[in-house]
């Protein structure tokens, strides 16, 4: 997480109305906060989160506000006096007239009684005189909001005078006036709060702000249970970012199924479960000191490769010159990717010398990766723009972790990868010669098919050996018919964890792998799996009495978490009542395992009962 406020960066406003602004810092302009003021964005730009600032009154000759870093002994000065203070042993309480001093004393409002209209007998009462406002506030309205267009000193003169203007303001008591000062300061002090945008802070603006469907009602909590029960943390780094160059040539690219540290997600909740383990992995950031979402860099991949060429160009211009032309394929297999992750190799191509990027070499690394499932043409990933990075953009920073550490594959590629037309169709090997006879469009088309077949063809090959270290869903689709086509792809002792806003459709599915099933399964297994192997048995589609092998997962249960806010105060402490409500949201959790192929038997010493009674008797 960034320290800093970045530019073109999402954060989030805290108001002192509790309500919470989110926008997009972009420079040079003029952020607006409606009635507290404006300022200009380059005041909070790499300056660190969670400073208050304090609008100030405008300078002549200029049309914004200044801010002022409001210190923290400024902000908590009412907590810190009345800590300091020794108040008396019955407090700041008025002192009340009773017994006989209370027909004689003032007036001190009016009396409210909730009458029947039809028996016309008093239902209730007020148990005490209510203050009328206005007749206790000497301040008109007008005066109020002239006051208010004035807003001098940030709103504090305007709370001063509300204050002193209250002609009861000596009969409330410490608590009715921490309150009352507290109510005035919120609604006229202009005061902000700048918080980092992450996890937690998006859930809760899309839960309060915005609609919460978006999401499938999935709390803060409900994130956190998710990461631990999948046991989602940082996997290492790349095998092949450590290895030099010469080692890397001489050896075989190692097998990606014994790499660690992958994880499967599907993802409906827009990409917000996606943000949470990437943010968990590491890989939701993009660099504090490199460029982000809007910077001035390179826009297309033609720039792209521009910049790389112009970087390398005294390194490797004379190299390739001096090396002759060879195949293109033969190329892209005899060469390996630098340190960073999303560097590629680079080729001759179109015969005229310029280093170029090689089509069939993919940005992805093996350790430390995302692979989501998702049933549409293109992912629902919004929310991962919020941290500059747009999936649907074919014109990416390859700079940004999740470049080359996020892949994308559709149930269709999962399934029957040979229907889809992307996987299948290979754009044919088209000579140098060839290539400068075209036109620069369409050699840009023909390279860019060229590298979204390979990418698309290392990711359906990578995803379906599997041996990924863990499965997190958060789906409105069947889970048992998520289980069916995912579980096969998990590596031995891989957590699960789903999340489901109603508990029907987990109580399902911790049905299907119920101790009852298992021993059924044991002891009378199905007629369609006789005579089948291990490998057969993991990829069984199931019957009406076991829609899921219940041998390949252990420990299936069931549980919910959900966090609720308290007033405590004395002889009054109970839950909030203005919590929202929603989806109460279930939890489940359950352990990949391998079945032990053959007959399993149990030895040992039995030690027969009339032994122990003679043992006993020699005692």
């Not at 000062?181 to 702000?209: G, N, S």
């Not at 978006?214 to 956190?224: F, Q, S, T, V, Y």
């Not at 999340?499 to 369609?528: F, G, H, K, M």
Request: proline share 7%; hydrophobic share 35%.
């Amino acid at each position: 997480m960034h320290s800093l406020v970045q530019p073109h960066a999402w954060v989030a406003l805290k108001l002192p109305s509790g309500n919470i602004r989110v926008l997009q810092v972009t420079p040079n302009t003029t952020i607006s906060l409606g009635k507290y003021g404006s300022f200009p964005s380059n005041l909070i730009i790499h300056r660190p989160f969670h400073l208050t600032y304090e609008l100030q009154d405008k300078q002549p000759g200029e049309n914004f506000n200044r801010l002022r870093i409001v210190p923290a002994s400024e902000l908590y000065s009412d907590i810190l006096s009345s800590s300091a203070t020794t108040s008396s042993p019955e407090g700041a309480t008025p002192i009340t007239n009773d017994g006989e001093d209370i027909e004689n004393a003032p007036p001190t409002g009016i009396e409210y009684s909730l009458v029947d209209p039809e028996s016309g007998a008093v239902v209730a009462r007020t148990d005490r005189a209510e203050l009328d406002a206005s007749a206790r506030q000497t301040l008109s309205t007008e005066e109020i909001e002239a006051l208010k267009k004035d807003g001098t000193d940030a709103g504090r003169d305007l709370i001063a005078k509300l204050m002193l203007s209250h002609t009861a303001i000596d009969q409330k008591t410490e608590y009715s006036l921490a309150k009352y000062k507290l109510l005035k300061t919120k609604k006229y002090i202009r005061r902000f709060c700048v918080l980092p945008m992450d996890i937690p802070m998006l859930a809760h603006w899309q839960l309060e702000a915005k609609d919460a469907s978006k999401i499938l009602d999935m709390r803060e909590e409900m994130l956190g249970l998710l990461g631990c029960w999948a046991n989602v943390h940082f996997g290492g780094e790349d095998r092949c970012e450590n290895e030099a160059a010469q080692e890397a040539d001489n050896s075989e690219p190692k097998n990606p199924e014994y790499t660690p540290g992958r994880w499967l997600v599907v993802d409906d909740t827009g990409g917000l479960l996606a943000a949470a383990m990437a943010e968990r992995m590491g890989v939701l950031y993009p660099p504090e000191n490199g460029p982000l979402k809007g910077d001035k860099g390179p826009t297309s991949p033609s720039a792209t490769r521009k910049e790389f060429s112009n970087q390398n160009a005294t390194l490797r211009i004379g190299a390739e010159r001096s090396e002759p032309k060879t195949d293109t394929a033969s190329q892209g297999q005899d060469t390996t990717e630098s340190k960073p992750s999303f560097q590629v190799t680079r080729r001759n191509s179109h015969g005229d010398g310029k280093p170029r990027l090689d089509d069939l070499k993919v940005p992805f690394v093996r350790s430390n990766t995302l692979t989501v499932v998702h049933a549409n043409q293109q992912p629902n990933l919004t929310f991962l723009r919020d941290y500059g990075f747009d999936i649907t953009n074919p014109t990416q920073a390859p700079d940004h972790p999740l470049a080359s550490h996020l892949m994308t594959i559709s149930w269709l590629q999962l399934v029957e990868p040979e229907l889809d037309p992307t996987y299948t169709s290979e754009i044919p090997y088209i000579s140098p010669e060839v290539l400068r006879t075209w036109k620069a469009n369409r050699r840009g088309t023909y390279h860019r098919k060229r590298r979204r077949w390979a990418k698309i063809r290392h990711i359906v090959d990578t995803t379906r050996k599997g041996e990924f270290s863990g499965l997190v869903v958060a789906s409105t689709m069947d889970p048992i018919s998520i289980m069916r086509y995912l579980v096969p792809l998990l590596a031995g002792g891989a957590p699960i964890a789903i999340y489901s806003q109603s508990i029907e459709p987990l109580t399902a599915l911790v049905d299907c792998y119920s101790i009852a099933r298992r021993a059924a399964w044991v002891s009378n297994p199905p007629e369609e799996v006789a005579g089948k192997t291990s490998e057969e048995l993991e990829h069984w589609s199931g019957n009406e009495e076991f829609p899921l092998n219940p041998s390949l997962v252990l420990g299936a249960s069931l549980q919910t978490s959900r966090v609720r806010k308290w007033q405590v105060l004395p002889g009054r402490t109970h839950p909030l009542m203005t919590g929202r409500g929603g989806a109460e949201g279930y939890v489940f959790t359950a352990w990949r395992v391998k079945p032990a192929e053959g007959k399993v038997e149990a030895r040992g010493k039995p030690r027969t009962k009339k032994r122990k009674v003679e043992e006993t008797m020699k005692e």
